[in-house]
Antibody
């Protein structure tokens, strides 16, 4: 059974930092592109960033450029999202996602991590 | 970037009715299109991937069709547990963009 188990999140002050982790099991991690999706309160789903199998391509949405960094450690089967210079509008539930590298097969989601940015 | 446009934004139907939601991509996404059902406070649930493949364990009343730019999610017989918001997502290349969602209610 595939599991994406998320860690991190919580309350941060504006301008602060948080790191999210997503530990994968039940799949061959190095064959999956990974990503982060968020959902602000009462809003729809928004793609945040993704990373290729090797980590050599890491696009992100414009609103987080220069502030958020996605990375992965294939030896630990773990995905990360480093969030710096947090703003109130980053408040959301963050989900990690796994997509097989050639886009075949189902997509998998983590359980979500709540991030609240508030003073 | 490719934009994903869902319609309608909301709908109301009776139990047992057939329901159709459409998703249009601004450029060809091949068949790299998924559909999700999200109930309030819950993780989105994958219903369909590769445009028409039913995810394991998902009821057969759900079906997906389409390729290229035009896609459809059909619920053949709406059930009370289908009250939720539905999203399409394209995932061939980044960004893995979502549609804006369709809220489904029971009359």
């Amino acid at each position: 059974e595939v599991q994406l188990l998320q860690f991190g999140g919580g309350l941060a002050q504006p301008g602060g930092s948080l790191r999210l982790s997503c530990a994968a099991s039940g799949l061959t991690f190095s064959t999956y592109a990974m990503g982060w999706v968020r959902q602000a309160p009462g809003k729809g789903l928004e793609w945040v960033s993704s990373i290729t199998r090797s980590g050599d391509y890491t696009p992100c949405t414009d609103s987080v450029k220069g502030r958020f960094t996605i990375s992965r450690d294939n030896s630990k089967n773990t995905l990360y999202l480093q969030m710096n210079s947090l703003r109130a509008d980053d408040t959301a539930v963050y989900y990690c996602m796994a997509k097989y590298y050639d886009a075949s097969g189902p997509l998998f989601w983590g359980q979500g991590s709540l991030v609240i940015v508030s003073s | 970037d490719i934009q994903m446009t869902q319609s309608p934004s909301s709908l109301s139907a009776s139990v047992g009715d057939g329901v159709t939601i459409t998703c249009r991509a601004s450029q060809d996404v091949s068949n790299s299109l998924s559909w999700y059902r999200q109930k309030p406070g819950r993780v989105p649930e994958l219903l369909i991937y590769a445009a028409s493949t039913l995810e394991s364990g998902v009821p057969s009343r759900f079906s997906g069709s389409g390729s290229g730019t035009d896609f459809t999610l059909t619920i053949s017989s709406l059930q009370p547990e289908d009250v939720a918001t539905y999203y399409c997502q394209k995932y061939n290349i980044a960004p893995w963009t979502f549609g804006q969602g369709t809220k489904v209610e029971i009359k």
